[in-house]
Each structure stands twice: as C-alpha cells, then as structure tokens.
C-alpha cells in the first residue's frame, strides 16, 4: 500500500476528487474484491472488478476496453536520456530486469 500512496502523491492524484473517496478507502475497497479480505496488495484482476463494476452504466465505461497500447517503448525512449549514471544505478538495483537485452544501456 506504500507504493500505493507514493505514487497517487507523485503523480498528485485526488482520488477523492476522481472517485469521491479518500485513497485509502479506495484500495481497500479494491484488495477486498476477490477474497472479501483487506490486503496489502491489489492484484490486476481486483482492479478490473472493481472497476467493472464500479465504472458500468457510466460515461466512463468505455475506459474498460481502452487499450493504449505498449508504453514500453516511449518510456525506453525517456530512459536513454537519463544521466549514465542514474542508468548505471538502475542496472545494478535489478530495476531493468527483464528489459530485452538489444536494448539494455
């Protein structure tokens, strides 16, 4: 759930402005989906159930079958413009791991 809240802060997402409830709240409601358990973790198909039935019947129903595609590549395209060092960090902490060797720095 950490991650959670850093990344709603980082990106400044008001999930209560979005959906009309505190980010809490709202990730609870979404880890108690499958088991009816509060948990410290969402899985993909918590959130689409949740989100199914939460977004059907709305103007925002369509978001359920939007598919944007592969973002890998953009953001390939940002991460070689990082620094030589801050690629060099991001190698040795395993946080590139399973980037397709053409493409590692």
């Avoid at 979404?30 to 410290?40: Q, R």
């Avoid at 989100?51 to 395209?77: I, M, N, Y």
């Avoid at 991001?90 to 493409?103: D, I, R, T, W, Y």
Wanted: cysteine-free.
């Amino acid at each position: 759930r950490g991650q959670w809240q850093t990344t709603l802060a980082t990106i400044r997402l008001d999930t209560e402005e979005m959906v009309g409830m505190h980010n809490k709240k709202l990730f609870r409601q979404i880890s108690l989906v499958a088991s009816g358990k509060a948990s410290l973790e969402i899985t993909l198909d918590q959130w689409m159930i949740f989100f199914e039935v939460e977004l059907k019947d709305t103007a925002a129903e369509f978001l359920l079958t939007e598919d944007r595609g592969s973002q890998a590549p953009k953001r390939w395209q940002q991460m070689k413009k990082l620094p030589v060092k801050a690629l060099k960090t991001l190698l040795q902490s395993g946080a590139l791991a399973g980037v397709p060797e053409e493409h590692e720095v």
